[in-house]
Nanobody, 126 residues
Framework: QVQLVESGGGLVQAGGSLRLSCAAS????????MGWFRQALGKEREFVAT????????TYADSVKGRFTISRDNAKNTMYLQMNSMKPEDTAIYYC???????????????????WGQGTQVTVSS
């Protein structure tokens, strides 16, 4: 069983920055592929970014590329999402997710992740 707890959400003006954190339980954190997803009101959950277990491989949605940075600290069992140059369309509940077992889904597919946090609200005002 893996528990994920997000923090760092809040209200920010357009052009501002926030850093989200995702703290994970369990000793095997360093082996997990981790991801950030978001869901805006009335919309489906969408992929934001993912990072492989060693952190050398990252993938971003086109909508956040160049503005968001995903990272992880395996010694602290924590993943981060640094969000810069934020836009009102970034407003959503942000979820962290862990993929603890190999499967055939691509890293950007929510279906492939087996553990999820409760989410943290991010609101960007114009």
């Amino acid at each position: 069983q893996v528990q994920l707890v997000e923090s760092g959400g809040g209200l920010v003006q357009a052009g501002g920055s926030l850093r989200l954190s995702c703290a994970a339980s369990g000793r095997a954190f360093s082996t997990y592929t981790m991801g950030w997803f978001r869901q805006a009101l009335g919309k489906e959950r969408e992929f934001v970014a993912t990072i492989r277990w060693r952190g050398a491989s990252t993938t971003y949605a086109d909508s956040v590329k160049g503005r968001f940075t995903i990272s992880r600290d395996n010694a602290k069992n924590t993943m981060y999402l640094q969000m810069n140059s934020m836009k009102p369309e970034d407003t959503a509940i942000y979820y962290c997710a862990a993929r603890t077992v190999r499967n055939s889904y691509t890293d950007d597919s929510a279906v492939g992740y087996d553990y999820w946090g409760q989410g943290t609200q991010v609101t960007v005002s114009s």
